[in-house]
């Protein structure tokens, strides 16, 4: 049997570090084949980065102010060296001005919490594209059916926790119709998505470029339009100002929590306007804090109390 490469790094942050509110965004709904928390400490991932498969383990250590990584397979060595712009380390708020209390205590409630930037758009946006027009459960359902079928178990201790590595591009480009439609998925969103796994290339190249260049990339593929390329933005390129517009709850959230009233994209652009630049730091900072517009009730206000790191 050919031994798994394992490898092993600490890293250090230059400031606080709340690891569960960072990497949070990259799990696709509690039952994601492709990753594992215990909700606390620690933290797995099963990902395909360009040199191949790997399992992430992180555990946070907050009173030594670190964080431990190991990475198994042949992604290991690629995965250990992004890990501090997967953290956010690139991540820069110097610029940020809190226009509003509840944006302020949100801050100063998740200090810790900062743009990631996996670097992997196709990982990214593929399963954003089944997410199109359908519920967060008919879609983690149709990424999970999808990915425990034509994905591969995970290398290391992420096989003992049965996660599956995402498939390949040339993979999700070779799953037949039927087979999409059996999870759901019609052809409005398994044609971009495949049209990404054929594209995955140039795709790949965004990393590293200006980001409204990336998107612009990004959203010339059929069927991706700006609120996919923001959700991309979000996660694989560490974009602070890639906000969420065509959601469906993020205007109306966001609305809510800093005027009391729901609004629209229209709306959500001209609250938003003091923070061009920093505009889904916002919106992040805001869901992490839990705010969401209540069906009946007063209008939302943060807790003043500030919890553990996690």
Known sequence: MTAVAHLSRTHRPSRPLQLGAVVR??????????????????????WRVPTGPVTLRLVDHPSLGEVEAQAWGEGAEWMLDRL??????????????AHHDVVAQARRRFEGWRVPASGLVVQALIPTIIEQRVTGKEAFAAYRMLVRHNGTPAPGIGADLRLVVPPEPRAWALIPSWEWLRAGVDGARSRPAVTVA???????????????????????????????????????????????FGDYHVAKNIGWALT???VDDDGLAELLEPYAGH??????????AGAMRPRRGPRFTLPTHLPGRS
């Open 25 to 46: 965004i990259f799990m696709r709904g509690g039952g994601d084949p492709t990753s594992w928390s215990d909700r606390g400490r620690t933290w797995v991932f099963a």
């Open 260 to 262: 009391g009233t729901p």
């Open 198 to 244: 054929t594209r995955a290339g140039r795709l790949e190249e965004t990393v590293g470029m200006p980001w409204l260049d990336a998107r612009r990339r990004i959203e010339s593929l059929p069927g991706v339009g700006r609120w996919s390329s923001a959700e991309v933005a979000q996660r694989a390129l560490g974009d602070p100002d890639a906000v969420s």
């Open 279 to 288: 505009r889904y730091r916002v919106q992040r900072l805001l869901e992490l």
């Open 84 to 97: 501090p712009a997967m953290l956010g380390e690139e991540d820069d708020d110097s610029g940020f001005v």
